[in-house]
Antibody, heavy 119, light 110 residues
Framework: EVQLVESGGGLVQPGGSLRLSCAAS????????MNWVRQAPGKGLEWVST????????YYADSVKGRFTISRDNSKNTLHLQMNSLRDDDTAVYYC????????????WGQGSLVTVSS | QSVLTQPPSASATPGQRVTISCSGS????????VNWYQQLPGTAPKLLIY???QRPSGVPDRFSGSKSGTSASLAISGLQSEDEADYYC???????????FGGGTKLTVL
């Protein structure tokens, strides 16, 4: 059974940093591209970042480029999202998701991790 | 405001058929596969349709997708109360080099 379990969310002050992790199991993590998608309270889905299976290629939404870094550890089946210079509008539930049949097809999702940016 | 345009809401009665549209441009829908997600209240999104018209295993055939030019549609036939959810289209955009989500459509089963 495919499982994705996010951790690392919490309350952080504006300008602060936080690192999210996503533990993957039930599939061959090292051959799967992975993604982060977020959802602000009461709002729609927003793609954040994608990383290729090897980690060699990364992609970011303009809203987080230069502040967030996606990475992965294939030896530990773990995906990370390092978030720096956090702003109020980064407050959201952050989901990790596995790439499916195409680059915007996410076939498995975690339960989400809430990040709250507030003073 | 999203680059992919969806109606904010839709409604129908049980048993009816409802369609949700997703309008984009040549750099996204016009040149890439469209996917649809269903998000029930308080839960993570679920892949409903991938590659324009393909259903993942376990998704009822009441759900179908189509694409024409720079627009796509999700159709739900034989509407059931449990279909009440938010629906999102998603597609890769070649100009932005990233994934776009539509703004979402809240479906109400009357």
């Amino acid at each position: 059974e495919v499982q994705l379990v996010e951790s690392g969310g919490g309350l952080v002050q504006p300008g602060g940093s936080l690192r999210l992790s996503c533990a993957a199991s039930g599939f061959t993590f090292s051959i799967s591209a992975m993604n982060w998608v977020r959802q602000a309270p009461g709002k729609g889905l927003e793609w954040v970042s994608t990383i290729s299976d090897s980690g060699a290629s990364t992609y970011y939404a303009d809203s987080v480029k230069g502040r967030f870094t996606i990475s992965r550890d294939n030896s530990k089946n773990t995906l990370h999202l390092q978030m720096n210079s956090l702003r109020d509008d980064d407050t959201a539930v952050y989901y990790c998701a596995r790439r499916g049949n195409n680059w915007s097809s996410f076939d498995y999702w975690g339960q989400g991790s809430l990040v709250t940016v507030s003073s | 405001q999203s680059v992919l345009t969806q109606p904010p809401s839709a409604s129908a009665t049980p048993g009816q058929r409802v369609t949700i549209s997703c309008s984009g441009s040549n750099s996204n829908i016009g040149s890439n596969n469209v996917n649809w997600y269903q998000q029930l209240p308080g839960t993570a999104p679920k892949l409903l349709i991938y590659s324009n018209n393909q259903r993942p295993s376990g998704v009822p055939d009441r759900f179908s997708g189509s694409k024409s030019g720079t627009s796509a549609s999700l159709a739900i036939s034989g509407l059931q109360s449990e279909d009440e959810a938010d629906y999102y289209c998603a597609v890769w955009d070649d100009r932005l080099n990233g994934v776009l989500f539509g703004g979402g459509t809240k479906l109400t089963v009357l």
